[in-house]
């Protein structure tokens, strides 16, 4: 069986806001045990003319039945593939934590196969390639991956508490935690894509020497943005959040369009 375009982007892709000619498309991916639906909000905060996108890791959600992602590779390819016809208006990227390695990969693979350098790559809640943390902790069990969730917080402690609820949450998180861990990244060159990064200030999971670090990952433009929080600082921090993307990757065509 021929798996088409129109196949690809309805499986790893979730549109919440449709532009009939979007200025700019923005595509968010996100966090390890997260799902697509954590951008759902997001499509009241964008400006006119932006079109708005979630990648839907397998395994999760209305994905469900699908099984997990075996590597980075397994990932980032088929999610690269589905968004190359919607390379015909300008592309953003948006990855939060697992997400950021992610969308970085993606936009690597979209930009070897010509579909770019890319209107911008922002990477939030994780140190530069070359600067990943090296931990284990897909190897210790669920509890580990519960006092890891905790933490970093941004989850309810209900889920964390509640066995029906962990044993929802507990094989993506886990399956997750595998991929990233596990993952090396390959050697390439910078990107050409402007790279742009978040973080929180009080985020354990990358202080600002590991952010600055994602300089050396781009020929194409650079800034960092640090904004009050830890590691979910996105979460009551999202309208600065989604204008800062905005503001980083536009400028956003006026085009006649029905949002």
Do not use: N
């Not at 209305?62 to 919607?86: E, S, Y």
């Not at 202080?207 to 960092?224: K, M, N, V, Y």
Request: glycine fraction near 10%; aromatic fraction near 8%; charge should be negative.
């Amino acid at each position: 069986m021929t798996i088409t375009g129109d196949d690809l982007l309805a499986r790893w892709l979730r549109r919440y806001r449709d532009v009939s000619v979007p200025g700019l498309r923005l595509v968010c991916f996100p966090h390890a045990g997260g799902a697509a639906g954590f951008f759902r909000t997001w499509a009241a905060r964008l400006p006119y003319g932006v079109e708005l996108y979630s990648v839907q890791y397998p395994g999760r959600q209305d994905r469900i039945q699908d099984d997990f992602a075996p590597d980075m590779d397994a990932l980032a390819g088929p999610v690269a593939a589905a968004l190359r016809p919607l390379c015909d208006r300008p592309l953003a990227l948006f990855g939060h934590s697992m997400g950021a390695a992610v969308a970085h990969e993606v936009a690597m693979r979209l930009e070897e196969g010509g579909s770019g350098p890319l209107a911008g790559l922002c990477v939030s809640g994780r140190p530069a390639p070359d600067r990943a943390r090296r931990t284990q902790v897909h190897l210790g069990g669920d509890e580990a991956l519960l006092a890891d969730l905790r933490k970093l917080g941004g989850t309810d402690e209900e889920v964390l508490t509640d066995p029906d609820l962990r044993e929802l949450v507990l094989p993506a998180l886990r399956a997750d935690y595998h991929l990233i861990e596990t993952y090396e990244t390959r050697p390439a060159p910078p990107v050409e894509t402007p790279v742009h990064v978040f973080v929180g200030d009080a985020d354990p999971e990358v202080d600002g020497d590991e952010a600055a670090a994602w300089s050396r990952h781009t020929s194409g433009a650079f800034t960092l943005r640090t904004f009050p929080g830890d590691h979910f600082y996105l979460l009551p921090g999202e309208a600065d959040v989604v204008e800062e993307v905005v503001r980083a990757c536009g400028p956003v065509d006026p085009w006649p369009s029905t949002p």
